[in-house]
């Protein structure tokens, strides 16, 4: 077997392209991932993503950033504007955690701390045991916490879950209810169309497990990334910490800027399906590892200019570029959750009062509205459980709204 890297951004989106390559980064993973849809190819894949899709629609996303974000983050950051201080790794989860849960289909009755609390223990073990290729410990007692965990989430959360949508989709089925009383969540929808994909009791649990973990974890990660690089921007630029305070569209350009620079895995791997010639004329055998370097394409001087290392929301963009790069994936397995974390696009005629920014941007503007700041004497950690360049804990200092300063 021999391993072939791809790591220039023209490359690299035409590799992830190529339908005769299948996902293969979370193999060691299988313990939760395997047959989810980010692993599946082809026919297979198409027919659940088809499926899943209807709860992304862009009037969704919408809805979601403008009721329930707000009232999800409200309730979540006040035990922290109250104490003063944060984790902000923390904090990101409990938020986007809320936020993904609802995507999935998970009830949380009581949505009291402590129950968040038991869903975000059990939703870290399973982004281990996602990202398990990458892991720093030992794998197999990854694995065991892992089957623990899906046990727990199985009692705790999955099943009272599973048993409220099957009462109310056989209200549904028998004219009791209309269709929107019924939740718009995956597992809605994969209950709905049992008959169209074929998903074990375990698979589906699974499934939306793996929501519950891409969802947050990359969300939580990419808004820590995202603070740091805008306040550290901010302090050896004040000219823009001004306007940032201010303009939202500028601050969504921001943290674009930073998710360029900080893909949620730094690389993607794919197995050819059958002998290929990959972009440049390299022959892949299907024994063979193809590594598409993300974090390498997204920082391609070519395109992204001498500079392109370095934050700057500044930087001129070549036209049909998006400004993340190759962090939200390309091909089909693009992200599901982009639109909704990242936003849309501004145009020239966008209005910023109306503008979709995504629930990344929106955290980070929460979090500068309470004036937060990394704490002084309690420096960030990087995680070392992974290889993977993310932080291990964040503290920060912020305020509740009513006292700040006029
Ligand atoms: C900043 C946050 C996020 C980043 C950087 C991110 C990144 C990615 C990337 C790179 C892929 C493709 C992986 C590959 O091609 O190998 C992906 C797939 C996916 N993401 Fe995200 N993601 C984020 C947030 C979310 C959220 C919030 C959700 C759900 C609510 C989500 C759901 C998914 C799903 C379901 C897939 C699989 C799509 C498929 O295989 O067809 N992601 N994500």
């Known amino acids: 077997m021999k391993t072939i890297t791809i790591s220039g951004f023209e490359a690299s989106s035409e590799t992830l392209a190529d339908k005769q390559l299948a996902q293969s980064l979370y193999d060691e993973g299988a313990v939760i991932m395997a047959d989810v849809l980010l692993v599946l190819h082809g026919a297979a894949h198409r027919a659940r993503r088809g499926l899943e899709l ?128 019924l939740p718009r969540d995956v597992l809605t929808v994969l209950l709905q169309n049992e008959d169209r994909v074929e998903l074990s009791p375990d698979l589906m649990m699974r499934e939306i497990a793996f929501y519950l973990q891409a969802g947050s974890h990359s969300t939580a990660n990419a808004t820590t990334h995202a603070f740091h690089d805008v306040t550290s921007w901010c302090a050896a630029h004040p000219a823009d910490a001004a306007r940032i305070a201010t303009d939202r569209l500028f601050l969504q350009r921001c943290v674009h800027e930073s998710l360029r620079l900080h893909p949620a895995s730094p690389v993607a791997w794919r197995r050819p399906v059958c002998p290929v010639s990959l972009v440049g004329g390299e022959q892949a055998e299907s024994s063979d590892r193809v590594v598409v370097d993300l974090a390498a394409a997204n920082r391609d001087t070519s395109v992204f200019g001498p500079d392109a290392g370095d934050f700057n929301p500044h930087r001129g963009l070549p036209e049909g570029i998006a400004p993340w790069g190759l962090t939200f994936g390309v091909g089909v397995h693009t992200c599901l959750g982009r639109d909704l974390d990242g936003g849309l696009l501004p145009r020239a005629n966008t209005d910023p009062a109306t503008h979709q920014y995504g629930i990344v941007p929106l955290l980070v503007a929460a979090l500068l509205d309470r004036q937060a700041r990394p704490d002084p004497l309690k420096p960030a950690l990087r995680a070392d459980h992974t290889e993977r360049p993310n932080w291990g804990s964040y503290p920060i200092l912020l305020q509740a709204p009513s006292a700040r300063c006029a």
């Open 54 to 181: 209807r709860v992304f629609r862009r009037d969704f996303s919408r809805y979601y950033e403008q009721v329930v974000f707000p009232a999800t983050l409200a309730q979540t950051i006040a035990p922290y504007e109250q104490q003063g201080h944060a984790d902000l790794m923390e904090l990101g989860y409990a938020v986007t955690l809320n936020l993904t849960a609802d995507f999935a289909g998970i009830d949380r009755p009581r949505r009291d701390a402590d129950e968040t609390e038991s869903l975000r223990r059990v939703v870290m073990v399973f982004s281990e045991g996602a990202t398990l290729v990458h892991s720093t410990r030992d794998r197999n007692a990854v694995r065991e916490e892992v089957r623990a965990a899906l046990a727990e989430f199985d009692t705790l959360f999955y099943q009272p879950s599973l048993a409220r949508r099957r009462v109310l989709l056989a209200r549904f089925a028998a004219r009791e209810i209309g269709e929107n009383e």
